[in-house]
């Protein structure tokens, strides 16, 4: 059998004033045709997934476009609608093909679109047969539209996201018995009236693990085919922002809607165990010095730039100074000028500016800096923990420099540092330092949770504050858990 394969991926966050562009998503991943195969096949992704299955059945695969940038604002038009070609142009030249396997966040918004995969799920649907599940992020927007135009939604079971591949792998060998008549899915979506901070929906303990174990039950009914629960993304102020949960079922609408009513109740029952108690920065360093051994990992979760925070933001590096901390390393401080400053000066030479905080107003201030250039590279890494296992990540051309003995990562590409391989890119040995501070909300938790003494969230500034009151949103649906209180 024939398949087409695609991915367009991006998390935006509509407060930033970042614009996604099409420089945006070449900066990370940007591929077309057979290079796609080439540098997914054997990672743990969802194409990766796709190919490994096509592989084993022996079917064929048609690579179209996968294009992905580091979340930030607003997606704009011209980058919308050249990768979105890009993808109809390869399903509009193999109408032979048996049906689509798209690996997509759902956390689209881009300049005039709120529901950016609907439309593209549009689209798509005005060109092709019936045929096309989809891969998703369990931080999604699930609309109508989007239930609508897919004949399946899989999203992710893990936060972190450690079940990407599988995910590729359900989409792929369900499509098969799709396509053979062997299932017809019918879905149940419900929607309760709810943001979850995304800090406290991991699935490594609390509310969220409990609901997906729960989703997962062994002994749910045998005519489900697939659940999902989406936490929803927070930060995006658009109409269908919100928890969802998503049932498919073999042919029976009744025993989805059943089951998708039944776990959003359990959720909304217990929605205030996903309420946050924040951990000011100056306790955050604290708290780490007091530990025994370690590393101790501080997450900057106020500045996640996975989910479109400015990468800039050195309230914790501030702290760490302030309070006279010698070993320690940041990964990493987005600041182009400064790296520019580094490469100019070169290796062992001091450099003296400001660092950090120029993007906005959002993130703090900026910090005077005396400091030695320690390293020059060029920001490649390959993930090595549980997540995206074997696929690559860039942080642009980065320096290392010695602050006082704080060893600061400052790179020319804003990523979130979910892995410890980008502090051994850098030179730095992760299990050596007192102190590690990562820009991350939960992804790090997969690979550096195994070899921390300790974790901390510490409440700094910036976009991605789990404090939701922060937010002025304006068009979301209201009332909404937390915002509201008189959420019925």
């Not at 997914?40 to 059945?57: H, L, W």
């Not at 709810?194 to 490594?204: A, D, E, N, Y």
């Not at 927070?234 to 609408?253: H, K, Q, S, T």
């Not at 860039?394 to 290392?400: D, E, N, R």
């Amino acid at each position: 059998m024939k398949w087409i394969v695609g991915s367009f991926s991006h998390e935006t966050n509509t407060f930033s004033t970042v614009p996604t562009d099409l420089d945006a998503f070449q900066a990370q991943t940007y591929h077309v045709g057979a290079e796609i195969a080439d540098r997914s096949a054997g990672t743990k992704t969802p194409i990766g997934g796709f190919i490994d299955v096509a592989q084993e059945r022996g079917d064929e695969l048609v690579f179209t476009v996968s294009a992905h940038a580091t979340p930030s604002g607003l997606v704009t038009q011209e980058a919308y609608e050249t990768i979105g070609a890009q993808l109809l142009e390869g399903i509009e030249a193999n109408p032979d093909a048996d049906g689509i396997l798209l690996a997509l966040h759902g956390a689209m918004v881009a300049e005039g679109i709120d529901d950016g995969e609907g439309e593209l799920l549009r689209r798509i649907r005005e060109v092709v047969g019936d045929e096309m599940p989809v891969v998703l992020d369990l931080h999604s927007h699930i609309t109508e539209e989007m239930v609508g135009a897919a004949d399946v939604l899989i999203g992710y079971q893990k936060y972190p996201h450690t079940d990407t591949y599988e995910r590729g792998v359900e989409a792929a060998r369900l499509i098969e018995q799709i396509v053979k008549g062997d299932v017809r899915p019918v879905s149940a979506l419900q929607k309760p009236r709810m943001i979850p901070p995304c800090g406290t929906c991991h699935t490594q303990g609390g509310l969220y693990k409990e609901l997906w174990e729960e989703a997962l039950r062994a002994d749910r009914p045998g005519e489900i085919l697939t659940t999902s629960l989406f936490a929803g993304f927070p930060y995006a102020d658009i109409p269908p922002m919100g928890f969802a949960v998503l049932v498919y079922a073999r042919g029976d609408e009744g025993i989805a809607k059943a089951e998708a009513d039944r776990l959003a109740t359990m959720a909304w029952d217990r929605r205030e165990a996903f309420l946050y108690t924040p951990t000011s920065v100056s306790d955050a360093v604290s708290q780490a010095l007091a530990v025994d051994g370690g590393p101790v990992v501080i997450a900057d979760i106020s500045d996640n730039p996975g989910g479109g925070g400015s990468n800039d933001g050195v309230e914790i590096l501030r702290e760490l100074l302030h309070q006279g901390v010698r070993d320690a390393a940041v990964a990493t401080i987005y600041d182009p000028e400064v790296v520019t400053q580094a490469v100019e000066a070169g290796v062992g030479a001091s450099i003296r500016s400001p660092l950090g905080a120029k993007t906005d107003v959002l993130h703090g201030a900026s910090i005077e800096i005396e400091g030695r250039v320690r390293l020059l590279f060029d920001g490649d890494f390959q993930y090595k923990g549980p997540m995206t296992q074997g696929a690559w990540g860039s942080i642009g051309t980065s320096a290392v420099v010695d602050v006082q003995g704080v060893r600061v990562i400052v790179c020319s590409k804003r990523l979130q540092s979910r892995d410890p391989e980008v502090f051994r890119a850098a030179g730095i040995e992760p299990l050596a330092q007192k102190i590690l501070v990562v820009k991350s909300a939960v992804h790090f938790r997969a690979a550096f949770e195994p070899l921390a003494a300790e974790v901390i969230v510490a409440d700094a500034p910036g976009l991605t504050s789990l404090d939701m009151s922060l937010f002025d949103f304006k068009r979301i649906t209201r009332p909404m858990f937390p915002l509201d209180k008189d959420v019925v």
